[in-house]
């Protein structure tokens, strides 16, 4: 039996301009910016040699179908001649769904631990490639493999898969830490697939992200993230009730995730119980986590060869 382990952090969007207009999958993706946070997935690849391959998805020990996972696996065994059981475990430390990139870090996680397991020597950037393409495809994102390859507060200013695609940092203070909230999807297809939708991200978007650019800093990104949500239609009642309510407390720094019944908050740790406390309000049926933010990206725990 073969094993490797890798972890990805979980990632949230503030706002973006979506790019999948070019024919080559890796130059689609998006602009925009977010965070990446240390809560995320850690995968573990088991592998034997077998005369018929088969994939198996388990999701914190359910078994799942997992159809961004399953695509990495079937893209990586296209690279070698052998057949294979392949048996992925993720454990998942963020809401699925919910615009916390749970699907880019399950299958960047994956892809970075079958590298190791099958020793194929690719570099990160191309593994990075494999998890961005099995995004697309699915239509599950555009820019968070690229951002979890990375990691810190981020502004994607050039899109395309990593290794095509260009990432700045935000410098951040080390004592800040990201609230969450979160009651669960809003469906990430069904919005990137709605052209009245995409006019609005893309009109408002990519003037922010030069913006932002121009004057870089977690303030500034969540007063933009604010206004697309806003200027978008696609902040529900209790989303923008929430963020009201942490506002009049003075935690100006949160808006919604991208796409997600999500909102999310930079706040000092020594206050951040403060922000949890208002968030149970609104999302005491859903999840709601304190995480650190993550300064690596989506890297390799380990395996045996």
Do not use: W
Not at 57 to 64: A, D, F, K
């Amino acid at each position: 039996m073969i094993v490797a382990k890798a972890y990805c952090p979980g990632h949230i969007t503030g706002f973006f301009e979506i790019y999948d207009q070019p024919e080559d999958i890796l130059r689609k993706g998006s602009r925009g910016a977010g965070v990446s946070i240390e809560k995320g997935i850690i995968t573990t690849v088991s592998l034997k040699p077998a005369k018929q391959t088969l994939i198996k998805v388990s999701i914190n020990g359910i078994e799942s179908e997992a159809p961004v996972t399953r695509k990495v696996v079937e893209q990586v065994l296209k690279l070698v001649n052998e057949k294979f059981v392949v048996m992925v475990d993720h454990e998942v430390e963020i809401p699925i769904g919910a615009g916390i990139g749970a699907s880019g870090a399950g299958a960047f996680s994956t892809a970075l631990a079958l590298n190791k397991a099958l020793n194929l020597g690719l570099t990160y950037d191309k593994v990075a490639q494999i998890a961005h393409i099995a995004e697309i495809v699915n239509k599950t994102g555009l820019g968070t493999v690229l951002a979890q390859s990375r990691g810190g507060v981020e502004i994607r200013v050039k899109p395309g898969a990593p290794g095509i695609g260009h990432v700045d940092l935000i410098p951040v203070d080390p004592d800040t830490v990201v609230v969450c909230g979160s009651l669960g999807p809003i469906e990430t297809k069904k919005m990137l697939s709605n052209p009245e939708i995409r006019e609005k991200i893309n009109r408002i978007g990519g003037r922010m992200v030069d913006e932002l650019v121009k004057n870089a800093s977690i303030e500034k990104l969540m007063k933009l993230s604010k206004r697309f949500a806003a200027e978008t239609g696609l902040m529900s009642e209790k989303v923008k009730n929430a963020v009201k309510e942490l506002e009049k407390n003075g935690f100006v720094n949160a808006s919604m995730a991208m796409f997600g019944e999500t909102v999310f908050c930079f706040v000092e740790r020594e206050k951040a119980n403060q922000v949890l406390n208002i968030l149970k309000k609104y999302f005491d049926k859903g999840v709601i986590l304190i995480s650190d933010i993550n300064f690596t990206g989506a890297r390799i725990l380990g395996g045996n060869i």
